[in-house]
């Protein structure tokens, strides 16, 4: 009882910063985001350096790095991350709307 108490007061302060600072709290998202995106490139490529030379596959590696570029230009261009967060938003918002309003 004591410790719902305690957790609905925390959830309200932290909704009362999170609304005070939407930018801080975007950024922090996307670095994070950009480092589960890092974190998975790399395990891709230690998968693909685990696997025998027969089970190799090129496109894997190349999958894997591409990924891990990507997640390290996440986390070093959070700027750019954020407006793609943003714009990604808007995008499922919009689509929402239409399939709500079509009755899909």
Do not use: H, Y
């Not at 998202?29 to 480092?35: D, E, Q, S, T, Y």
């Not at 894997?60 to 591409?66: F, K, P, R, W």
Request: glycine share 10%; proline share 1%.
């Amino acid at each position: 009882m004591v410790g719902d108490t305690i957790q609905g007061i925390l959830m309200i302060v932290l909704s009362i910063i999170i609304f005070n600072n939407p930018d801080a709290v975007l950024a922090t998202l996307a670095f994070w985001l950009g480092v589960i995106v890092i974190l998975t490139g790399l395990a891709g490529i230690i998968a693909w350096l685990s696997n025998t030379k027969e089970k190799r596959d090129i496109f894997s590696l190349i999958g894997s790095v591409a990924v891990l570029i990507i997640g390290i230009l996440m986390v070093t261009k959070t700027g750019i991350t954020t407006k793609a967060i943003t714009l990604f938003i808007r995008v499922i918002g919009c689509s929402n709307c239409v399939i709500l309003i079509n009755g899909s």
